[in-house]
DNA sequence: TAACATATGTTAGTGCTTCTCACTTTGACA
DNA sequence: TGTCAAAGTGAGAAGCACTAACATATGTTA
C-alpha cells in the first residue's frame, strides 16, 4: 500500500489518473511555491502530476482558473488556522486578535506564493468575486473579535473601521515580512510584540 | 515642432529612435497600467515605441531588467511626491506623517501596475536590490518625520518601531484599496480620517 | 453480459511569447 | 571623408497556453 492510495494522488497509475483535478491543485500549489507565481506554467504541473499538457483542460478553462482553484483551497486552510489559533483564549480578550494577526502573518511567510496570488493582484483574472468572497468571510472573523473587544454585541460601523485598521496593518505587515525576510529594522522584528501593541492601540478608545 | 522634439519621443522618426531606451520605459509604463503587469508583453511595448522585437535587448538584458528599470523610476515618482506632500505643514506636526501615508496611498491607487510590481513581488527577479535600497530612502523620510513628532533628534529603535507600524499600516490599506476598489467596509472609506486617526495612535506614548 | 454514453485521457499542431544570431544602418569623430 | 561602435533589423529557436480530433476507460442500462 503506497501514499497514492491513502492520499490524494499527485501522479497517475494507469490511464486514469482517479483525481486529476485535486492532483493539478496540489502540483500547482508546489510549484507556485517553489518558482514564485510568475515562475509557474501549466507545463511544469502536467509534468508533476504525470499527465499530458492537455488533460488540464479538462478540469479547468485555463491557466488562471487552475490557480483561482489552487488559492480558494489556500484561503480555506488560511481561515481554519486562523479560526483554530482562537483555541483557547478567553472571549473578549485583545489576545484574541493579536492570535488571529499572527496567524494571518504566519499564512503569508508560510505560503508567500499563495499569499501573493490572493492579494498581490498578479493576475487581473484574479481579482475574482471568489476569492473577495472568501476574503470576506476571513474579515468576518476578525469583526465578531474587535467587536467584543469593543464591547459591542453587533458590527457597528466603529467595528469595521477598527477591523479595517487591523487588517490594512497586519495586511502591510505580512507584505513587508514576507518581501523583505525580516532583514527591516536592522535586524528582527519583534513580531509577537508588534502585534499586541497594534491591537491595543486601535482597539483603545 | 512635434511632442517628439519638445518630450521623449515614443515612436521613433528615422532608423534610430534617438532614446530608445526612455520610450520603453515609457512605453513598459502604460501597458503595465493598462493590462496588468501579468499582462504586459515585450512585443507590445516594441509595437508601441515603432521598433522590432529584437531592439530592446540592446537596451536591457530581459524583460524583467525592463520592468525593474520602469519601477525604479516610478519609485523615483513616488518619493518626489512624498517630499512635496510635506510642503507647507509645519514640522513635528503629525499631519506631515498623515500627508507621507496619503500620498503613498494615492499613488498606489494611481499607478496600481507599477505599486504591484514593486511590492507585491510579481516577479522573483523583481526582488532586486536595486528595488529594496529605493524603498529604503523612501521609508528614510518617513522616520525622519516620526522622530520630529516623537520629540527625538535621532532615529531611535523606537522611532524605527513606530515608523514600521506605520510603513505597515498605509502598505496594507494601500493594497487592499486597490484590490477592493473602495467597496470596501460597506462603502466608501474616509481615508483622511483613517490616516489621521491611526497617525494619532500610533504616534501616541 | 454486451453495448453504449460519457468522462477523461493523448497526440499533434497553432499561434504567441521571449530571446539569440548574423547582418545592416547610422552618426560621431579621427 | 573613412572607419567603427552603437543601435537598429529579420529570421528563427525553444517554450508557452490552448485547441481539435482521436483513444481509452467506466458505469449504467438493456
Known amino acids: 500500500m503506497t501514499d497514492q492510495t491513502t492520499k490524494t494522488p499527485l501522479r497517475k497509475a494507469g490511464y486514469h489518473h482517479g483525481d486529476l483535478r485535486a492532483g493539478l491543485i496540489e502540483a500547482t500549489r508546489r ?19 504525470g499527465v499530458s499538457t492537455a ?20 484561503m480555506e486552510r488560511h481561515r481554519n488556522n486562523m479560526v483554530a489559533a482562537l483555541d483557547g483564549i478567553p472571549p473578549g480578550s485583545p489576545l484574541r486578535v493579536k492570535a488571529l494577526g499572527k496567524e494571518y502573518v504566519t499564512f503569508a511567510l508560510t505560503e508567500p506564493g499563495v499569499f501573493r496570488l490572493k492579494f498581490g493582484g498578479f493576475t487581473d483574472g484574479l481579482a475574482d468575486d471568489r476569492l473577495k468572497a472568501a476574503g470576506e468571510l476571513t474579515f468576518e472573523i476578525v469583526l465578531g473579535e474587535v467587536a467584543s473587544c469593543l464591547g459591542e454585541s453587533d458590527i457597528t460601523p466603529e467595528v469595521r473601521r477598527r477591523g479595517f485598521m487591523l487588517w490594512s496593518f497586519v495586511h ?10 525580516m532583514t527591516r529594522m536592522g535586524g528582527e522584528v519583534d513580531l509577537d510584540g508588534l502585534l499586541e501593541d497594534i491591537a491595543k492601540r486601535v482597539l483603545a478608545d
Open 31 to 49: 510549484l507556485v511555491e517553489e518558482n514564485g507565481p510568475d515562475g509557474f506554467s501549466v507545463s511544469d504541473a502536467c509534468a508533476l502530476a
Open 172 to 181: 502591510g505587515l505580512s507584505f513587508i515580512l514576507a518581501d523583505a525576510d
Open 55 to 74: 488533460a488540464p483542460y479538462k478540469h479547468f478553462r485555463n491557466k488562471n482558473e487552475m490557480l483561482v482553484a489552487m488559492v480558494l483551497e489556500g
